[in-house]
């Protein structure tokens, strides 16, 4: 089947760039990926046999009010359907907006989830505190959204959720009907991401450098674990990720909060060379984002045999086996206290990561491809 693939904007690497670019590769289908802005430069690489068309829409280079500016051209946005089957939108928020002027062909969608800023409760605290005009804007927006919304998703014949925790979100906001829906983990490449049972004195909080993956949180806890018994003097935090633009800021912040730690280092857009072997020699992966929609991080970290702390919210506690394959943590102190029957003890580390690594083998990204494919084979019949 043809297969026509549409996602806003391409140009950093993530994990929905991962759903979009894995799905084409491994897919027994003929994609084409339809998107307004697409970066090659700032992106994965290796997409060479990948056909990317760039709509190149002005209105989604400037960013600032996105959501407002999609809701106003993208329900008005047609796309070239004549010569696919199929339409299939991968969205976060925004996206699927696109589906109402392009209806001819089926509909199917990857949710990586509803807008947060309306549907995740957790997310919308966090983001307008201390925000009196973000919190206005969104209720003034709710209502209207909230309406085309709903329209847009009911025109989805199958919605392919990458974790409960998406789906909960999707079916409490009664968006669409729990019979469209199915439950579909993202991968890894489980041959490429390898474990060398290497276990340095690292820490590795590894992704995108932003507010929403609440990375001070991580910086803080990984300062009161110095304050324990010297025996953790040695042991270092490395923050690691891409830093887009409208996240320096930010980056900025998190730098100053730990200019006098020199334990606590940054590098900013590894190579995915370097990814791997950071992951490879860290001790543990910190995952601290805020109620994150599934959590790539988390099975990365799984694959390379490392245990892996995180948050008790959201996607990791689909992924994450507390006290078997690494830690789900509450609060602060439940985190230090993580990092610290880690650091003291290497045997339980150890055996942490080899579960980690056999519970990884499940999240390979030939499961994720084989249950789309399978789904499109059975619009054919």
């Not at 730990?258 to 860290?282: G, M, T, V, Y």
Request: proline fraction near 4%; glycine fraction near 4%; include cysteine.
């Amino acid at each position: 089947m043809k297969i026509a693939l549409f996602h806003l904007t391409i140009n950093i690497k993530s994990g929905k760039e991962a759903v979009i670019f894995e799905l084409a590769k491994r897919s027994r289908h003929n994609w084409t990926i339809f998107t307004s802005y697409y970066n090659k430069n700032t992106t994965f690489s290796n997409t060479e046999n990948i056909k990317i068309v760039e709509l190149k829409d002005e209105w989604v280079l400037n960013q600032k009010n996105i959501i407002a500016k999609s809701c106003l051209n993208l329900p008005f946005k047609k796309l070239p359907m004549d010569d696919f089957d199929v339409l299939f939108i991968v969205t976060g928020g925004i996206d699927h907006l696109v589906a109402y002027s392009n209806k001819s062909k089926p509909l199917v969608s990857v949710c990586l989830t509803p807008l947060r800023t309306i549907y995740d409760n957790k997310f919308r605290k966090v983001y307008t505190k201390n925000q009196p005009s973000k919190k206005l804007k969104i209720f003034l927006q709710t209502p209207f959204f909230k309406f085309i919304d709903h329209f847009a998703w009911n025109s989805f014949e199958h919605i392919f959720c990458i974790s409960h925790e998406v789906q909960s979100r999707l079916l409490k906001a009664k968006l669409v009907d729990k019979n469209k829906t199915e439950i579909i983990y993202p991968g890894i490449d489980i041959n490429e991401f390898k474990p060398n049972w290497n276990y340095n004195k690292t820490f590795l909080l590894p992704g995108r450098i932003m507010w929403t993956k609440n990375i001070e949180l991580g910086i803080e806890v990984f300062k009161n674990f110095q304050q324990q018994p010297p025996q953790f003097e040695d042991f270092e935090l490395v923050i690691a990720g891409m830093v887009d633009k409208d996240s320096r800021s930010y980056l900025n912040f998190l730098k100053e909060t730990s200019r006098d730690n020199k334990k606590i280092k940054f590098i900013e857009s590894p190579s995915d060379e370097q990814f791997k072997d950071l992951f490879k020699n860290c001790y543990g992966v910190i995952f601290t984002a805020i109620n994150e929609d599934f959590g790539i991080v988390p099975i990365e970290a799984m694959a390379f045999g490392k245990p892996i702390i995180c948050l008790n919210e959201g996607g990791p506690r689909e992924t994450v086996i507390h006290n078997q394959t690494g830690f789900l943590v509450n609060n602060k102190t439940e985190f230090v206290e993580a990092l610290i029957d880690l650091a003291g003890n290497n045997t339980k580390n150890q055996e942490l990561g080899k579960n980690a690594r056999e519970a990884s083998l499940k999240y390979d990204w030939k499961y994720f491809v084989q249950k789309i494919d399978d789904y499109l084979d059975s619009l054919e019949t």
